[in-house]
């Protein structure tokens, strides 16, 4: 199996883990291991990895790739169980950790996964390949609980009537494929809306962020991360919309925050002081890549350094 992946802001995100030669380090998506290789040239013999990720396609390229690298833990399981896995192998601090969030180019490009507007294929959007998949939410979901996800995951002004329109559609057959589902879609949104990208393009988000609980397992993992880290370990995180985005904004904002005493008072009183240096605004893809990726179009690197 070729698990085909160009990976986003790699140099950008290697370089801000500051990697100690004999250092450990996490990669919490592993995927084709793009990210994980680059970490691995810059580590001596004593340096370790350990690569998580949750599909189970990801993970048979991952063994075959780093086959006989002693330095190399495969870990089948979501990035959200970082702290258990890790303490289940006597592991409770790393030196540094990487995320690449979102959807991979292999699920997005392996029609029969259903992630993907662009091919008919069985609605799954599965990352696991276990549990709720699309079609579930799109034939059992509510229409206000449909409502609630397009709108809050897919930042959709059109959700109601997309979700309106599913009811009516599954209610004469059930919702089975990816072109049943765009076309619905398609059919929900004013002419003249439809030329900023395609119309699917924010429902099949919101739907593949339940359908993964994307960001409610980000919200909570991130204390996670960085209680992880050693003093100078560095946690660097690739996101690829506001809404993931926002929520590593937010917390790195909670890390680099100080004293909260109000400015009228003469001393602190709190205590607080600031746990990590961020870099603030995020990097972002330069032209070079962006000419051979359009998928880093919308990538935002950010990274604390903890202290």
């Known amino acids: 199996m070729e698990f085909n992946h160009i990976s986003v802001l790699l140099q950008e995100s290697v370089d801000a883990l500051n990697i100690k030669p004999d250092g450990v380090y996490v990669d919490c998506t592993a995927g084709g291991g793009g990210h994980s290789a680059e970490i691995l040239s810059h580590l001596n013999e004593n340096g370790k990895m350990y690569l998580f990720d949750r599909d189970p396609d990801a993970i048979s ?6 086959k006989g690298d002693e330095r190399v833990t495969i870990i089948h399981d979501n990035y959200s169980n970082i702290k258990f896995c890790l303490e289940a192998l006597d592991v409770f601090k790393v030196d540094g950790i990487v995320a690449d969030l979102g959807v ?12 993907s507007f662009h091919n008919d294929a069985l609605l799954d959007m599965r990352m696991s390949k276990t549990g709720l998949s699309a079609k579930d939410v799109v034939n059992t979901y509510s229409e206000n609980e449909l409502c609630r996800i397009i709108t809050n995951y897919g930042e959709e002004k059109f959700a109601k ?6 009811v009516k559609a599954r209610e004469k057959q059930e919702i089975t494929t990816t072109f049943q589902l ?3 879609i398609s059919d929900s949104i004013p002419a003249k809306f439809k030329r900023d990208g395609h119309p699917a393009r924010k429902t099949f988000q919101a739907i593949r962020i339940e359908v993964n609980n994307e960001l409610d ?8 991360m960085f209680g992880l880290l050693n003093k100078d370990g560095v946690l660097a995180i690739i996101t690829f919309h506001s809404l993931e985005d926002k929520i590593v904004k937010d917390y790195f904002a909670t890390l680099k925050q100080g004293c909260t005493c109000p400015k009228d008072f003469p001393v602190c009183v709190c205590g607080k002081t600031p746990k990590a240096i961020v870099k603030s605004g995020g990097v972002k893809a330069g032209k070079k890549e962006l000419d051979n990726n359009k998928r880093s179009r919308s990538a935002k690197l950010r990274t604390a350094l903890k202290i």
Do not use: W, Y
């Open 182 to 184: 765009s076309d619905i």
């Open 217 to 224: 397992g980000l919200k909570d993992v991130l204390p996670d």
């Open 104 to 115: 991979s180019s292999f699920q997005l490009d392996t029609a029969e996964r259903g992630f």
């Open 161 to 166: 009537k997309i979700a309106s329109n599913i």
């Open 61 to 66: 390229v991952l063994t075959e790739r780093f």
